[in-house]
């Protein structure tokens, strides 16, 4: 049985499992990559406080998104294509989500289709929107979303065009992928992740493929999509969704103190700080480096401020909790898992993230999850007096 001691042995282990063109996919940042890499590089500088001298037999893991209880403050976030990792890999991730009791996002580009996921797991999952130029076509995915008892809408904003993956290109990587001599050497050296595919439920954008004329020209659907994104789309638009959805509504994709700020008066329920994992604006900052001056903005709102992009470990988690995210999403860390291993290697990754946060909070005196003061890590300013008592050094120095 393949030992899995990190998000980085799914990793290995997916990179053997998956065709590279897909595999790539995952891994890719846009261009030069410069804002991929700062994702890791922003996080990994950030240190903790190690506190000692403490009772922390007591640590409490949970919080709540949107209201509703999570067994960490984390949602996996929505991935175009998520299906490419193993067979059905949409309906895998969203079980394995609800056997381990986070939310899962399903993307507008998934393969697996809104009713897909739906017939396949008990509770509700949120649907995310690509807003489109189309608007009978978005209006149409709202009303499914509905329909499938979705309980919220993540609208992505940072995609108003899309931002070159090199490697993509190189590797001719779209739906279907170009048949290359070493597209179908990658696939057919891959038995174990082509059998079960061709017996997948669909192989193909499963959202979009009743939506569009032409479909079955999966070429033809691929180069729709492109020419869909809506570059129009202002803040204004969030008022064209929320009419037409009406449940709760979560802004992704900002990365600057006053698009927060226009997010929260548009309506947003939750706002998710994100760069797309570094696969839009090549050269953007770091979310770890954004996080801060967003929480100061928007003060201690009702909103939800959510965080991702560069997320691989409990670790990282606490660090955005203790900058001022309220929960996190994880992308590529899960696909790594689904790739390594379907539904297992999901509630893995799941696994290993929690580990990593209860052995984190037991050194660095932490009880609670769910209130995370600043001081959690150095160089931050000292907790103010109304921050709550989340640390065994608060409760047991202090009290
Ligand atoms: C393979 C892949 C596909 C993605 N597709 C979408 C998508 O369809 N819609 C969206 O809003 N974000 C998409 N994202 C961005 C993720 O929702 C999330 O912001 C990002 O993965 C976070 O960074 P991380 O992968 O380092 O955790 C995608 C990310 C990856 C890695």
């Known amino acids: 049985m393949t030992i ?5 042995d799914l ?47 007591e640590r409490k893991h949970g919080g709540t998104m949107l209201g509703k209880p999570v067994t960490i403050p984390l949602a996996l976030a929505p991935t175009g294509l998520c299906g490419s990792m193993c067979a059905n890999g949409e309906i895998k991730a969203a079980r394995a989500a609800q056997r381990f009791g986070v939310p899962f996002c399903l993307s507008t580009m998934s393969l697996d289709s809104i ?3 739906a017939g396949a797991v008990d509770q509700p999952f949120w649907f995310q929107l690509y807003l489109m130029k189309d608007r009978k076509i978005s209006e149409s ?5 509905k329909a499938a008892g979705c309980s919220a ?45 061709l017996r997948a439920s669909e192989w193909t954008f499963g ?19 492109k020419s869909q994104f809506d570059p129009t789309f202002d803040w204004h638009t969030i008022d064209w969704v929320r009419q037409r959805w009406g449940g709760k509504l979560i802004i992704k994709g900002v990365l600057d103190p006053d698009d927060a700020k226009l997010a929260i008066k548009a309506g947003a329920d939750a706002v998710l700080v994100s760069n797309h994992g570094g696969r839009q604006l090549d050269g953007a900052a770091s979310t770890a480096s954004q996080l801060p001056a967003i929480r100061d903005a928007i003060g201690k709102d009702d909103v ?13 988690v606490l660090k955005f909790l203790s900058m001022g995210a309220t929960a996190c999403m994880i992308g590529r860390a899960y696909l790594y898992g689904l790739g390594a291993a379907g539904e297992d290697g999901v509630i ?52």
């Open 4 to 8: 899995y001691t990190n998000i980085e």
């Open 153 to 197: 809408l993540v609208l992505t904003m940072d995609l108003h065009v899309e931002g070159q993956r090199n490697r993509d290109v190189k590797n001719g990587l779209g739906i279907p992928p170009k048949l290359t001599p070493a597209n179908i050497w990658s696939i057919v050296s891959h038995p174990g992740w082509a059998l079960p595919m």
């Open 348 to 399: 893995k990754a799941l696994e290993l993230i929690r580990d990593e946060m209860d052995v984190t909070m037991a050194l660095t005196g932490l009880t609670d999850a769910s209130k995370v003061p600043p001081s959690l890590i150095l160089g931050a300013p000292r907790r103010s007096a109304e921050e709550p008592a989340a640390t065994a050094y608060i409760t047991q120095l202090d009290g």
């Open 141 to 145: 995915l709202i009303n499914r979303a």
């Open 11 to 57: 990793r290995v282990e997916a990179s053997k499992r998956v065709p590279k063109p897909f595999f790539e996919y995952v891994e890719n940042g846009s261009y030069d990559e410069l804002t991929l890499r700062a994702n890791r590089r922003d996080l990994d500088a950030i240190r903790f406080r190690q506190r000692v001298m403490l009772n922390v037999s």
């Open 207 to 225: 959202n979009l493929k009743d939506e569009v004329k032409n479909s079955g020209d999966l070429g033809e659907l691929a180069e729709w999509v």
């Open 304 to 316: 939800e401020l959510w965080a991702d992009s560069g997320i691989r470990s409990g670790q990282d």
């Open 115 to 117: 009713e897909d996921v």
